[in-house]
């Protein structure tokens, strides 16, 4: 019963001092702040030196980490294109073999690379292999009326738009009657339609390449990036003019065997496949099936003529490097919060001599210790908190000029200004603390008769 | 008749200056009565500013007591003495100790802001006391704007503000010249006619004739203690 009772009043009576305390304390709290800026003002430059380390340390790491961010985003973007699903297979020339083709006086055909045996093999022998889209890639010249341009041919199945994400522009890919039936039918990428057909459509027209005619049943949507994987047949950094026909096609009309007109004299290689991409059901058994067919590769091929990309993996070492950056940031921010927080302790251990008299007056005038510690430490931290918002405010910037003049993507999150203000904010208090102490600490007597 | 506001009694200070003790009060017993006028005088060195700090709560007496009001403050601790200053002391120094940031009217509320009194209310009454010491048209300016002279009457309108319970000046027209020494002293005349408590400490007998009690301090002992008619 009494309980009860005492219960009651003193929850009535918390609620009266809350009530009359509430606005009271705010008001306390933001002429404290007001009291707190007037003297950061009263020294201007002395401040701003001060919170310079805190402004660089936020600045480099919302600058870095959005370079970073960019970057790994940029490089995920490309492997993602190519199929986080995908293993993708090529063949590789090895290098003996360049040696030795120019010394010969007799021209000789080289073989190397993927052949459809190897593909078999993996098909069979891998379980959750969904699809095989094999491809063979040959440079040559494609005619049409008087233009022409030297392009990659590939030959490949009909799956290929899919297993690579790469869209249609108009028409159709060739079917797969007209695979069985080695038609010549031709789906030519925008490069090629925009360098061929300037004016006109290039569906149901033909194309020449070596005497023969194809037609021409769609184009593809201009890629994005030039993730398609690098041509086979020499070119290398051009742009990725490409043409796709059926890949029995292009066995029946070009042969496996290859003649290439070197400094040397005439060159022949034998490539059965240049590249085949190969897609797994589960995602999370992309890395263990892409080491099975580089243990199945090792054991079919005498050399390493032969290469094995595995996008997921290519992913995952970019968000490693992604964090490796996230680390390195962390240290710098670190190294230059604890530098920016001693010149805030020093710059406020100052400030608490020089006011020793204001402290004096204050204390005689009623304030508490507590008064004095909560005045000292919202200086620092409006200090210490300004220098991070003059370090966002950079961070920010420094990311957009570098997107402006050197064309990288670069990428600020929200919780990279967030936690860089939030830590230069706790800097305030924590490098605070100790001169604030010190302040409230002082004998109100001997503060008076300070100077 | 009138009650006595703060009283100390028996009440010594000793400083330790390294292994050297040094007793500066020795046993200083003195009534104080509400509405009393009371100048301190001493030669140089004697106690007196040793006094008027553990009258004012800034410091505690190495042995004795001293009541305020009520309350005996050798019982209190530091937040607690800070919240007696605050509410029940008004101070005034020698060398005026003006918030240097601080605009005259922002001084004046110093002590309600300590109090915890809302924005409203320190305003009205810190206006009030400005005119009242005749600085009504300095309210928004800061302390380095001023003469000595107006300087201290920011003082005394802020050391009214929290209407405390005894007023304590030390030599409050020491860095004045006796024109703007005469005026803070008009001041404390209306003051002391208001009925409040005031103790001034000064070197000057002429000052001290003003005064309605007059307290002489020699060696840190009460001398003489004469009330006036
Ligand atoms: N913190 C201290 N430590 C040691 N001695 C002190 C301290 N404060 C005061 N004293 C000594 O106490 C004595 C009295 O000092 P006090 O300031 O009370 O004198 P006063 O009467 O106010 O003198 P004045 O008229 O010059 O102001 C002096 O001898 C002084 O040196
Ligand atoms: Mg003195």
Redesign the pocket.
Do not use: E, I
């Given at each position: 019963m009494t309980d009860s009772v005492n219960h009651a009043t003193a929850a009535s009576a918390l609620q009266r001092l809350t009530q009359h305390l509430r606005p009271v304390y705010w008001t306390r709290l933001r002429k404290t702040a007001e009291v707190g800026i007037k003297s950061i003002q009263a020294h201007g430059l002395r401040s701003l030196l001060t919170v310079l380390g805190i402004v660089i340390g936020v600045a480099a790491v919302i600058s870095m980490l959005a370079v970073s961010e960019g970057a790994s985003f940029e490089a995920q973007q490309q492997f993602r294109a190519l199929g986080s699903n995908n293993i993708i297979i090529k063949s590789v020339k090895p290098a003996s073999m360049e040696a030795s083709g120019g010394s010969n006086m007799r021209p000789q055909a080289i073989s190397y690379g993927l052949t459809y045996e190897d593909i078999l093999t993996i098909q069979q022998t891998i379980p959750g292999i969904s699809n095989v889209i094999p491809s063979r890639i040959i440079k040559k010249d494609v005619r049409h009326l008087g233009r022409d341009i030297s392009t990659d041919v590939v030959g490949t199945t009909v799956d290929y738009p899919i297993s690579r994400n790469y869209n249609l522009r108009s028409g159709r890919f060739f079917s797969a009657d007209e695979m069985l039936a080695q038609r010549n039918v031709a789906v030519i990428s925008d490069e090629v339609a925009s360098a061929l057909f300037p004016m006109t459509n290039p569906l149901g027209e033909s194309i020449r390449i070596d005497g023969n005619y194809y037609n021409i049943v769609g184009v593809m949507e201009p890629e994005a990036y030039s993730n398609l994987g690098r041509s086979q047949a020499g070119s290398s950094n051009a742009a990725p003019t490409r043409i796709f026909i059926p890949l029995s096609a292009a066995r029946y009309r070009f042969g496996e065997t290859l003649v290439r007109q070197a400094a040397s004299g005439v060159e022949m290689e034998t490539v059965e496949l240049h590249e085949a991409i190969i897609q797994v059901e589960d995602q999370d058994q992309v890395e263990a099936v892409g080491q099975i067919i580089e243990q199945i590769l090792e054991r079919r091929h005498r050399r390493v003529d032969y290469a094995v990309e595995v996008p997921l993996a290519l992913i995952r070492q970019a968000e490693e490097s992604a964090l490796r950056d996230q680390i390195v940031a962390g240290a710098i921010a670190g190294i230059s919060l604890l530098v920016g927080g001693i010149g805030i302790m020093n710059i406020m251990l100052a400030s608490v001599t020089e006011r020793t008299r204001e402290i004096g007056i204050r204390r005689a005038l009623g304030a508490r210790k507590q008064d004095i510690v909560q005045q000292f430490l919202i200086e620092a931290v409006i200090l210490s908190g300004v220098g991070g918002l003059i370090g966002v405010v950079i961070g920010i910037l420094i990311p957009v000029v570098i997107s402006l003049f050197w064309g990288m993507t670069t990428i600020v999150t929200i919780t990279a200004p967030l936690l860089a203000f939030s830590i230069s904010a706790l800097i305030g208090v924590v490098f605070g603390i100790y001169p604030s102490i010190r302040a409230a600490n002082m004998d109100p007597v001997e503060a008076l008769r300070h100077a | 008749m009138d009650s006595v506001v703060a009283s100390v009694h028996d009440v010594t200070k000793t400083?330790l200056?390294g292994e050297l003790a040094?007793q500066?009060l020795h046993g200083i017993s003195i009534d104080f009565y509400q509405g009393d006028y009371i100048s301190i005088m001493?030669p140089?060195?004697?106690?007196?500013?040793?006094l008027m700090n553990i009258l004012g709560c800034l410091d505690q007496p190495t042995s004795g007591s001293y009541f305020l009001g009520d309350k005996d403050t050798s019982l209190m601790n530091d937040n607690e003495l800070s919240a007696i200053r605050g509410a029940r002391l008004g101070f005034i120094f020698q060398s005026y100790n003006l918030i240097p940031q601080l605009t005259v009217l922002e001084n004046i509320e110093l002590p309600l802001f300590y109090q915890g009194h809302t924005e409203q209310h320190s305003r009205r009454i810190a206006t009030e006391l400005a005119d009242r010491v005749g600085l009504g048209d300095r309210l928004h300016h800061r302390p380095f704007e001023l003469s000595g002279g107006q300087q201290q009457r920011v003082a005394i309108a802020r050391a009214l503000s929290n209407d405390p319970l005894i007023i304590l000046a030390d030599e409050p027209t020491g860095n004045l010249d006796s024109k703007s020494g005469a005026e803070i002293l008009k001041l404390f005349d209306e003051l002391h006619q208001q009925g409040k408590t005031l103790i001034m400490?000064t070197?000057s007998d002429e000052l001290a004739e003003r005064s309605q009690r007059q307290i002489r301090l020699r060696d840190g002992r009460v001398e003489s203690d004469d009330r006036l008619s």
């Open positions: - | 400083y200056m040094v500066v001493g140089s060195g004697c106690g007196k500013s040793t400490v070197h």
